[in-house]
């Protein structure tokens, strides 16, 4: 299958409707050639209405981390934004429900064959960087990101931006410290490559 034709399968998916509260919207941004792929854990609110990917303070936060601007972020050439859903899945006590897990079975694989410019993965939150790390997580999400460089350099493990981690942050001043500075160098490198 084409990787245009793909997306398109991919924008018109159906298969979890009935168990999305405001249906579907798939909403995901890349191109083949992209150097660097982001991987969140699925669309929230404001990013389903929208359509926009990190089209929120979680997204301001993210580019910040990256030391990139809004243009280069939304270079879909560039930088691949490939959520584990593609849909948002509603609200539960504790903030947005997981992605459901039928989107990642179904389509990441397919999708991510596509990718094959790929030199730099941010893998961002527990249920990205679980897919993406399987058995070499480490024993929770701050002992994974701790152990960042263990995993690159063509991974990088990343807590969710979101401001409800913001107690996470304020806990773990060795984030910013450590691992944005070296975040934001790998960026750098993955978009100055160019294919040989």
């Known amino acids: 299958m084409t990787f245009d034709s793909l997306c398109r399968e991919i924008r018109q998916c159906t298969r979890c409707a009935s168990h999305l509260p405001r249906g579907p919207n798939p909403v995901f ?3 083949p050639e992209a150097r660097i792929l982001i991987v969140g854990q699925a669309p929230g609110i ?3 209405t ?7 303070p979680s997204g301001d936060r993210l580019r910040a981390w990256m030391g990139v601007d809004s243009d280069v972020f939304y270079d ?5 934004l490939v959520p584990m859903g593609f849909c948002y899945p509603g609200t539960g006590p504790n903030g947005d429900l997981p992605p459901r897990a039928e989107c990642a079975r ?17 893998a961002v939150g527990q249920y990205a960087i679980s897919w993406h790390l399987g058995a070499a997580m480490q024993k929770n999400l701050t002992e994974t990101v ?22 996470w942050l304020g806990r ?3 984030f910013e410290q450590e691992v944005v500075p070296d975040l934001q160098k790998a960026v750098s490198r993955a978009l100055e490559r160019r294919r040989p």
Do not use: C, E, K, Y
């Open 29 to 31: 941004r890349a191109q």
């Open 46 to 48: 404001r990013v389903h």
């Open 50 to 56: 929208t359509g926009i990917p990190f089209n929120d």
């Open 76 to 80: 879909d050439s560039r930088i691949a």
């Open 106 to 122: 179904t389509w990441r694989t397919p999708l991510l064959a596509h990718l094959s410019n790929i030199v730099l993965t941010l």
């Open 146 to 167: 701790r152990h960042w460089r263990s995993h690159g350099p063509a991974l990088i493990p990343l807590p969710h931006p979101s401001p409800r981690n913001n107690l």
């Open 172 to 174: 773990n001043p060795w």
